[in-house]
């Protein structure tokens, strides 16, 4: 992980403002969903991309009743179906 080497508060709602450079760099826009992560002592956020329920995959997945699946998976399930 390569530091960028910018520095900011966190204000007393716990906010901090990503830098409009670093925003544009990794395509983050305003409403976009950011997943947090920990790793150790490091906090990592990250855009977030829904993993598969199933295989954790992040290809081709797509929702299905509130849950995220992808096209593998839903290729197994509807071979299930038809033995």
Not at 25 to 53: A, K, S
Request: charged share 30%; with cysteine; hydrophobic share 35%.
């Amino acid at each position: 992980m390569k530091p960028a080497g910018v520095v900011r508060k966190v204000d007393q709602l716990g906010r901090i403002v990503l830098p409009k450079s670093l925003r544009k760099r990794y395509q983050m826009n305003e409403g976009d969903p950011v997943e947090i992560l920990v790793q150790g002592d490091h906090i990592i956020l990250e855009r977030y991309r829904p993993r598969c329920v199933f295989c954790g995959s992040m290809e081709e997945v797509r929702e299905f009743k509130d849950r995220s699946l992808c096209g593998v998976c839903i290729t197994e399930m509807n071979g299930l179906r038809h033995t």
